[in-house]
């Protein structure tokens, strides 16, 4: 008896945790040939109507096991009305020392969802514009599969 209801109340904890996703705006990009060069920025654009919200912004990035290095240095960019058009250079670490990687993988590709900005709040409404550039030494940079960006609204 104590079982079935143990069952019913992890069902219940199960299927409320998936349905709260929170996610307000996400849009990922995919890299052609896996091969992301400087002059390959990812742009998103962002309509926002609730001024009075806060917001967490994730940088999200696929790669495959065939990644090279331990971390990634992209530069995020942000502008709309109200806010300064500013680049803010962010790590991302991929693996730990020993080389395991830290991320979500599935069959040999590796997803990391990194908080760059939170709590945010935007001056107004309207059109933002965030971008994602690759800012490591190596160009293009190999084995990145996908770039993008996630809002979620608190």
Known sequence: MMYKHLLIVACVIISLSSCVDGAY???????????????????FEVDIDDITAK?????????????????????FHEKGKGLKDTAYR???VLAQLDGRWLSN???????KQYLAKENIAFPDTGKYEFAVEQNMRENPLKNIINVGIKLVKK
């Open 25 to 43: 705006y996400e849009k990922n990009s995919t890299i052609p040939n896996q091969s992301w060069s400087y002059d390959n920025i990812q742009k």
């Open 55 to 75: 917001y967490d912004i994730y940088i999200n990035l696929r790669h495959s096991a065939d990644y090279d290095f331990s971390n990634i240095f992209v530069l």
């Open 90 to 92: 962010k790590e991302i």
């Open 105 to 111: 993988s599935a069959g040999g590709v590796y997803e």
